[in-house]
């Protein structure tokens, strides 16, 4: 696992033994006890807000929620409460409904009217394992969810904070973020694509939700404007990079270790980053983002060090 | 257009011209102000939730919304906030949410997987129009720019009422409600259902989002508890009847008047209240669930002649 260093990042301390101070951050123990955090939570807002429903419905919810997703999104929302020196069990609710959010939007999309794709995270897609009725109504039931786990009354946050994150959310996810870019990529089948349209996709159909997770991270944990807009320079960086990195994996990545298949951009004649600029300017362009989205965290010192470390995660993910 | 009389509800005053006091209450000139105030805010809405996007997401969100539906549930929400002593234009976000969130239903539920359905409120539906992924994520946005709207700080309400309103919504139309009702609906296809699972159906599938109208309208206008009781009473009534009525319209209904088409329930063999009990006594028992649904409203004297007057429309409806 790739750990972040900060000693070049601050000037060594005058320390009485004349160390330079030096602070490793392992990424893996961090993840494996956030994504035990989220995937509890999840399973209690499954519950929370199925009951009284029928089997198939939740089972559906649950079958796709918890497939043992990266938890990238909820993670980057901890993260970023925990950099503005916020306590990240606060965070969880927001966390939460955007891991239901980026779920629902891969239901729907695996659909067979617009990706049709049989396997996601190494198993069959919803409509497979259940069928396409269930699936369509399984990601309108994640997608609702997400928005009442967000309603519910928090004692610990105030209400406007709540309907900021709302806001935040429900506004990254909709017709001016995710969804207009799952339209742009639909329409974009078949014709070419430049570099700079594909990257106002990819900011939409990917960007504008992990920036929403970082944003409301932020806002949770009591960020200052400063902090907030710093935050959301890193995770436009790291949204494209991810998009980057994903089109690269799609190229050579191996579709054991993704749970979902390899090549299909290419055969599909898609506007990829590698198609448009090449295999190894991709990787550079990957690398230039991840290092400036760390240089986005300047000022969070090492409260900011998962973020970092998160950013190289991005680059390096094998999946 | 049916009108609704008070004289029997409230003893004769002693006027000096000896004249029995009798409000009766027109209900077409209510519905049209209030469905031209809706109409105008949806209008606002859909431009809100959609800039920066390209054309047609917000195409396919206004087709489907601006269709010339009934406005049944925001004029429900609007009327409730009246009955209660509310400012009714508080209340138009959330009545506009209401209308988008039964129009995505809708879109979905015609989807080929789910009803598949050609013809809606008299034209293609929103799938024949466009195709089926516009029609899939044009349904997401319509659910998604609900829950913005929602979201919107609005300096006349309290956060706490906004928090409120949300809950109630997101409440009815998620899993432990609308969907719920949805996957019953699909999984009874070719299953006899007996009259109690029909009822627990449509109390889920149409009566949890007539319920939120009514009950997100009460909590803009500030109602009390007892009110906001008084006022679920009532909504579950026309619930169940606005079904019945639905039945019956599917039995003897005339498709021009309906923009759809009539016979279909008994075609796919669905179990509906003429087939469990009858024309004759489905036409009574929806009489009757209108009587109580008014018997409801009697705490609130005139100010509830507009609901009064809905519960009769839903009755004697035609379409």
Redesign the interface.
């Known amino acids: 696992m790739k750990t972040a260093l900060w000693k070049n990042r601050f000037p060594p301390m005058k320390a009485g033994r004349d160390m330079t101070v030096s602070v490793a951050f392992d990424l893996k123990p961090y993840l494996d006890e956030k994504r035990a955090l989220v995937d509890e939570s999840l399973k209690v807002y499954i519950e929370q807000?199925?009951?009284?429903?029928?089997g198939?419905?939740?089972e559906a919810?649950a079958y796709s929620l918890m497939a043992g997703g990266k938890r990238l999104r909820p993670i980057l929302c901890l993260a970023a409460c925990e950099a503005v020196g916020g306590n990240c069990r606060l965070a969880l609710p927001a966390a939460g409904a955007l891991e239901m959010i980026h779920t629902?939007s891969l239901v729907?999309d695996d659909?067979p009217?617009?990706d049709n794709d049989d396997m996601r995270r190494g198993r069959p897609t919803c409509?497979k394992a259940f069928?396409?009725?269930?699936a369509?109504?399984a990601?309108?039931?994640l997608?609702?969810?997400a928005?009442?786990i967000?309603?519910?009354?928090d004692t610990r946050l105030?209400?406007?904070v709540?309907?900021?994150v709302?806001?935040v959310v429900?506004?990254a996810?909709?017709?001016?973020g995710m969804?207009?870019g799952?339209?742009?990529d639909?329409?974009a089948e078949g014709h070419p694509l430049t570099l700079d349209a594909l990257k106002a996709l990819h900011a939409l159909k990917t960007g504008a939700l992990i920036g929403a997770s970082v944003e409301s991270g932020a806002v949770v944990g009591g960020a200052s404007q400063h902090e907030r807009h710093a935050l959301l320079t890193y995770a436009e960086k790291i949204g494209l990079a991810f998009q980057v990195v994903d089109d690269i994996l799609n190229v050579e990545g191996d579709p054991l270790v993704m749970g979902k298949g390899v090549g299909t951009d290419e055969a599909l004649n898609k506007a990829t980053y590698p198609a448009l600029m090449g295999l190894e300017p991709s990787r550079r362009y990957a690398q230039t983002l991840t290092d400036e989205a760390i240089s986005a965290l300047f000022p969070f010192a090492e409260q900011a060090a998962p973020l970092e470390a998160l950013a190289q995660y991005v680059l390096t993910r094998k999946r």
Chains 1, 2 share one sequence.
């Open positions: 807000t199925t009951p009284g429903a029928g198939r419905i939740s919810m629902y729907h659909l009217a617009m409509h069928d396409e009725a269930t369509v109504l990601g309108d039931a997608l609702t969810s928005f009442h967000l309603s519910k009354a105030s209400p406007e709540q309907m900021e709302l806001g429900s506004r996810s909709g017709a001016m969804i207009e799952q339209m742009r639909i329409l």
